[in-house]
């Protein structure tokens, strides 16, 4: 499975982005994906994710209600669409692929790039 992150760029408080994560590969369709970042000095955290079969979505505390993810499996393509942007929410955005939905980033067998995300106050 293949991931790549793209999107991110630089934004006002209060502004909106959607970063894309493309995916291929045979199984890409059956791994669930997830968002994490990882802002400087801090560790990896996790966003958002969505399952692979009925698309179930899961979002973290910090970004509920401001975050949605979603996929499309005819393109193969998750969507992270951020609305109310604020500066906390800098950090490198990676997309990652997993048999299961969890927070924990060393259980995720495949990762994305990476795309940095900075909300300016």
């Known amino acids: 499975v293949q991931l790549q992150a793209s999107g991110g760029g630089l934004v006002q408080a209060g502004g909106s982005l959607k970063l894309s994560c493309a995916t291929s590969?045979?199984?890409?369709?059956?791994?669930?994906i997830t968002w994490f970042r990882q802002a400087p000095g801090k560790e990896r955290e996790f966003v958002a994710s969505v399952s692979w079969h009925v698309g179930l979505t899961y979002e973290s505390d910090s970004v509920k209600g401001r975050f949605t993810i979603s996929r499309d499996n005819t393109k193969n393509m998750v969507y992270l669409q951020m609305n109310g942007l604020k500066p906390e929410d800098t950090a490198v955005y990676y997309c990652a692929a997993g048999k299961t939905t969890t927070v924990r980033p060393s259980l995720y067998e495949y990762w994305g790039q990476g795309t940095l995300v900075t909300v300016s106050s």
């Open positions: 590969g045979r199984t890409a369709s059956t791994y669930a």
